[in-house]
């Protein structure tokens, strides 16, 4: 199992929120920087995750700064993600060397644009499907796309993406386990690579999760305890 350690930032420093719930924001015990280094000494570690939170309700990449540092610590890939909305802001962070772009909103909604951006990097875009039940969110999370899971993935089956990265809403920062089985559901309906996120707290959670058919997962706060790391 590929396990994909996340970070999610406001104003540069290291948080995480309950469901997508703004309000509900804990600074976590490591700094973002502090988060990259520790992460980078495990082997099963192939990517750091990371999101620019204010950048994805204000549709614009507001986290530039704080992204080049963190790829500085590192030789691991990273994937950014959060107010990614145009081509222009992708070649920025490509400029910066970050190695994968987590499309969300604009990729949802605008799929003649996705397929631009994919034809551009090939492999390297990564569409996020954060949902609740089958429909799919936008804009942070705040708003219904109108758009559900079949039918989007049905619509993308032939890009060369890097892969999809879903997101049960409902179990994201809760600490209550991912929804494995609508995750392992969503990997058997498409050939491309599924990225379990939200939820993961164990081995227990992973070992569920590869089960399933799914092996790679972003952990969040779990990551930064000492003992999720002991016996993987």
Known sequence: MEIIPAIDLIDGKSVRLQQGDYDKQVVMPMSAAEAVTYYSQFPQVTRIHVVDLIGATKQAAVEGDTVEVLKSLTDIPLEIGGGIRDLETIELYDKLGIDYFILGTRAIMDVPWLKEAVKKYPGRIYV??????????????????????????????????????????????????????KTGQIQRITRHQVVASGGVRSRHDLDALQAQGVSQAIVGKAAQNPSFWEGL
């Open 128 to 181: 996020g499907l954060d949902c609740k039940d089958e429909a799919i969110y936008i804009n942070g999370w705040k708003e219904a796309s109108g758009r559900y899971i079949q039918e989007y993935l049905d619509e993308i089956a032939d890009l060369d993406i890097a892969g999809i990265i879903y997101t049960d809403i409902y179990k994201d920062g809760m600490e209550a386990g991912p929804n494995v089985e």
